[in-house]
């Protein structure tokens, strides 16, 4: 069955360090999408993207957050500065359409020091 | 903000009983789904019901939807340790916007 690839897995930083994560959709989902889940909660949208273009990011803190899918394939979520209450679980998800059911990846626990 | 409302927060159950979970929205939805999670693990697809649809199966799945109360309720019958997890549901405002998650409801199936 076709997954949704994530790396890392863990990633442990220090505040204002830059981190880096990786999503790799199922091949031919046009829409990605990067949510956070802080624990306990549900997850929040970060970005949104339709091919390699963002469609929401209306929620994403551009100050230090950045997100791109420069061939509307894999995608490169970053946080520069990270601090502290950037932990969390980051999740990626893709979907062959914005109505239909998503597949997650297994997410990236991230943990600022 | 967060447009579903997951009740209860938490539910703890024997095996071989039956789980039932709320989800309130507030405005009107395309479709509403229903997804679980393990601890630490991504969120795993389970149910999509659409607006104009009233009850849906799969297997142990039974997802209802009220639109005019805008509530939802996913019972899972005869459960087992594995149904052990969070479950959240997301709605669909448009057909063109993302998912927006609840808290969630943690529940815990006691063999």
């Known amino acids: 069955e076709a997954e949704v690839a994530q790396s890392p897995r863990y990633k442990i930083t220090e505040k204002s360090q830059a981190v880096a994560f990786w999503c790799d959709p199922i091949s031919g989902h046009a829409t990605l999408y990067w949510y956070r889940q802080i624990l306990g909660q549900g997850p929040e949208l970060l970005v949104q993207f339709q091919d390699e273009s963002v469609v929401d990011d209306s929620q994403l803190p551009k100050d230090r957050f950045s997100a791109e899918r420069l061939k509307g394939v894999d995608s490169t979520l970053k946080i520069q500065p990270a601090e502290l209450g950037d932990s969390a679980m980051y999740l990626c998800?893709?979907?062959?359409?914005?109505?239909?059911?998503?597949?997650f990846g297994s997410g990236t626990r991230l943990t600022v020091v | 903000s967060q447009q579903g409302e997951e009740d209860p927060q938490a539910l703890s159950i024997q095996e071989g009983e039956n789980a039932t979970m709320n989800c309130s929205y507030k405005?009107?939805?395309?479709?509403l789904q229903w997804y679980r999670q393990n601890s630490g693990r991504g969120l795993v697809h389970l149910i999509l019901?659409?607006?104009?649809?009233r009850e849906k199966h799969s297997g142990r799945l039974r997802v209802t939807l009220d639109t005019s109360k805008k509530s939802s309720s996913l019972l899972i019958t005869a459960s087992r340790a594995a149904d052990t997890a969070s479950y959240f549901c997301?709605?669909?405002?448009?057909?063109?916007?993302?998912?927006?998650f609840g808290k969630g409801t943690r529940l815990s199936v006691i063999a």
């Open positions: 997301a709605t669909d405002f448009s057909g063109n916007t993302p998912l927006v």
């Open positions: 405005t009107s939805i395309n479709n």
């Open positions: 019901i659409r607006s104009n649809e």
């Open positions: 998800a893709s979907s062959p359409r914005v109505s239909s059911g998503y597949t």
